[in-house]
Every structure is written in C-alpha cells, then in structure tokens.
C-alpha cells in the first residue's frame, strides 16, 4: 500500500470550534483565546491494488478561483480526484467532512467532490449529524448525500471488500467509527479523531472535548497494544510532526 498526507495546514480551535491557521514560527498559541489547542488537518490516501481511498475529507477550503484544496493536494501528488473510488469517513465533524461536495459557482449549484467515489459512513452518525447540526456538522455541506446512489450507510461493524474493517467506536462523538486496512502483509489503522496524534497513543491522556474521553484513552491503548503486536501502520489526522507511525519504529 501507498499512504499519502494530505495536510491542509496548521490551525487552532477552541470553543467557538472555528479553524484558524496557524503559521509555525509566526504565530503564538498564547496569542490565541484561551484554551486554544493546535492541530493539523490531514486527511490521507491509501493506494492498494484494487482501490484509491480517501480517509476523510478535510475541512473544503477553496482558493480564490473554487478549487478545493484537497483536490490541489491530490494533483501535487500525481493523483486525478477522479481516480478516488471510496471515501471512508470516520465521522461528519466539520474538519473532517468539509470536503465531501463542493460549489459549482458558475451554476450555483453543489456536486460531490469525488464523482467516481462511493462514500462511506455509519447511519447513526449520518442521523446524528442533522440532529445535533451546527456548530459541529455543518448540515448544508452533507445535505447532497441524503438519497444519494453514492452513499453507502454502514451499521455497526463489518467489512467493504474483504479489506477494508470497520466498527463503531463511538468515544469523540457517539457514533465514529474507525477503519483498519489489511492488504497482504501490511495493516493500516486510522481512527480519525480517537487517535489522532501519536503522543496521545503513548499516554493515559483523557480529551475533555471527546464525547467519552475515558473511553477513547482505553480504545487507544488497546488499538497500541495490538498494533504493536501485530505492526500496525498508524495514521494521525492531527498530528502536525507525525502523520503516520508503526510502533515497530520504536523497537
């Protein structure tokens, strides 16, 4: 498999839940409303024989003439958008979905961003999603999956492909779910926002902003544990030193 980042840049949130870059070495995070935390936002493509995934879309922001910054992010690294088959999202948070359609501006009208793509995502969360609304999900970004041919609404756990597993984890938001990758010798994890930096996989660390905090440091350690035992390829969508990890690399 080939796995690419996809950073879309550094930024702070805080409880407002507004991304606002951050330009290392220029800016101060105590400039910042207090209680500010710093992350990247990284989407990633995995490359395997039968498919190009996208893992997550980003936040979908454009340049001045439209074009989604995922979409010059994917040509810088020799892909076409049109190339993407699946798009497996862990969860429909504003940071991470934000790059599921985008604006036709010459016909105002949206479409989705990965044309060829099947999308992926839990039903309850899809649900959950207009229920709960903004300031976390943003409804009228996500609205073009409803009765749409190109989503495919999961339950629970089980497998696309004979790859590709998920499951429910449901510890950031009630029900994210997270993927594990298995093509021959090699197994990619990606647990969008319960494990997305790596220094919180190395410690008993409880986020205050996780839908059950306990239960996503637990769900960490044990996804390390077996991670290491198994030589997991870890990917982090927050991290901004590390993307990606094998715990192998710690031996």
Same mark, same amino acid.
């Given at each position: 498999?080939?796995?690419? *980042?996809? =950073?879309?840049?550094?930024?702070?949130?805080?409880?407002?839940?507004?991304?606002? *870059?951050?330009?290392? +070495?220029?800016?101060?995070?105590?400039?910042?409303?207090?209680?500010?935390?710093?992350?990247? !936002?990284?989407?990633?493509?995995?490359?395997?024989?039968?498919? !190009?995934?996208?893992? /997550?879309?980003?936040?979908?922001?454009?340049?001045?003439?439209?074009?989604?910054?995922? $979409?010059? %992010?994917? !040509? /810088?690294?020799?892909?076409?958008?049109?190339? !993407?088959?699946?798009?497996?999202?862990?969860?429909? #948070?504003?940071?991470?979905?934000?790059?599921?359609?985008?604006?036709?501006?010459?016909?105002?009208?949206?479409?989705? =961003?990965?044309?060829?793509?099947?999308? $992926?995502?839990?039903?309850?969360?899809?649900?959950?999603?207009?229920?709960?609304?903004? *300031?976390?999900?943003?409804?009228?970004?996500?609205?073009?999956?409803?009765?749409?041919?190109?989503?495919?609404?999961?339950?629970? @756990?089980?497998?696309?492909? +004979?790859?590709?597993?998920? &499951?429910?984890?449901?510890? #950031?938001?009630?029900? #994210?779910?997270? $993927?594990?990758?298995?093509? +021959? %010798?090699? &197994?990619?994890?990606?647990?969008?926002? @319960?494990? *997305?930096?790596? #220094?919180?996989?190395?410690?008993?660390?409880?986020?205050?902003?996780?839908? %059950?905090?306990?239960?996503?440091?637990?769900?960490?350690?044990?996804?390390?544990?077996?991670?290491?035992?198994?030589?997991?390829?870890?990917?982090?969508?927050? /991290?901004?030193?590390?993307?990606?990890?094998?715990?192998?690399?710690?031996?």
């Amino acid at each position: 498999m080939k796995i690419i *980042p996809l =950073s879309e840049g550094t930024f702070t949130i805080d409880q407002t839940k507004r991304f606002v *870059p951050f330009r290392q +070495g220029r800016d101060k995070i105590d400039e910042r409303s207090k209680g500010s935390l710093l992350v990247e !936002v990284q989407p990633f493509v995995v490359i395997t024989q039968k498919d !190009v995934l996208l893992l /997550d879309t980003g936040l979908g922001f454009t340049d001045a003439y439209g074009t989604l910054q995922i $979409y010059q %992010n994917l !040509v /810088d690294n020799g892909i076409n958008p049109l190339d !993407v088959t699946k798009v497996l999202l862990t969860h429909l #948070h504003k940071d991470h979905a934000g790059g599921i359609a985008v604006e036709d501006k010459i016909i105002n009208q949206q479409h989705l =961003s990965f044309q060829n793509a099947v999308y $992926y995502v839990q039903k309850q969360e899809f649900d959950y999603a207009f229920k709960k609304g903004f *300031p976390s999900y943003i409804t009228e970004e996500i609205e073009i999956l409803k009765n749409n041919d190109k989503l495919i609404l999961l339950d629970g @756990e089980g497998m696309i492909d +004979g790859y590709i597993h998920y &499951t429910i984890s449901g510890a #950031h938001c009630p029900y #994210h779910q997270v $993927y594990r990758i298995k093509e +021959g %010798n090699e &197994t990619v994890f990606f647990g969008g926002d @319960e494990a *997305p930096q790596l #220094h919180q996989m190395k410690s008993r660390f409880v986020a205050k902003y996780d839908y %059950n905090g306990k239960k996503a440091m637990e769900l960490r350690q044990q996804w390390w544990e077996q991670g290491s035992k198994e030589n997991w390829t870890f990917l982090f969508y927050h /991290d901004i030193q590390t993307p990606l990890f094998s715990p192998a690399m710690d031996k």
